[in-house]
C-alpha cells in the first residue's frame, strides 16, 4: 500500500540524486529545479517537504505522487544537460 511516508521517501531520494549533479553543475541545477517546479506550480509543495522533511496533514497522496512524476522528469533533464546516466 502506498503512504505518504513512502511517498516522502521517494521524494527524498530523488532530491538527492538531483542534488547530486550540484558536483558537476554547481548551483545551476538547483536553479533548473526550481524553474521547473515553479512551472509546474510544484515550488511551495516541494519547499514545504524540504522545510519540514515531510508533507503537512492536508496533502493529498495524488499531489506528492504529481510532484514524484515531475522530478522524475527533472531528473531526466539534469541527466541530459550534463551527460551522465
Known sequence: MVTKESLEQEVGV?????YGYTDIGGDSVLEMMDEWLEQDGKYDL????????????????V????????????????REEYNMS
Not at 530523488?14 to 538531483?18: N, S
Not at 508533507?55 to 497522496?61: C, G, I, M, P, R
Open 14 to 18: 530523488l532530491y538527492g540524486k538531483i
Open 46 to 61: 516541494f519547499m514545504e517537504y524540504i522545510c519540514e522533511d515531510k508533507f503537512n496533514e492536508d496533502t493529498s497522496l
Open 63 to 78: 499531489e506528492v505522487t504529481e510532484l514524484i512524476n515531475l522530478l522524475h522528469h527533472i531528473l531526466d533533464g539534469v
